[in-house]
């Protein structure tokens, strides 16, 4: 198998890795329940998308007695 001549050096490798950062996710507040939501999609919390229900959720679940 071919292997590298010549060791890579710090700045070549790190200039190539500089477009490899993550771009924070940018949520919106969702407006039926005011819980953290991706924008464009449906709240997980609620099931709404811009003022109306689109997804059925289950009912919330009952909190068990311990």
């Given at each position: 198998m071919p292997v590298p001549k010549k060791r890579q050096t710090?700045?070549?490798r790190n200039q190539r890795r500089s477009h490899d950062a993550?771009?924070?996710i940018n949520l919106s507040i969702?407006?039926?329940c005011?819980?953290?939501a991706m924008?464009?999609?449906a709240?997980?919390?609620c099931g709404y998308y811009k003022g109306?229900?689109?997804?059925k959720l289950k009912s919330q679940k009952s909190k068990v007695k311990s």
């Open positions: 710090r700045s070549s993550l771009s924070k969702c407006q039926n005011k819980y953290p924008p464009h999609q709240c997980t919390n109306k229900q689109v997804l």
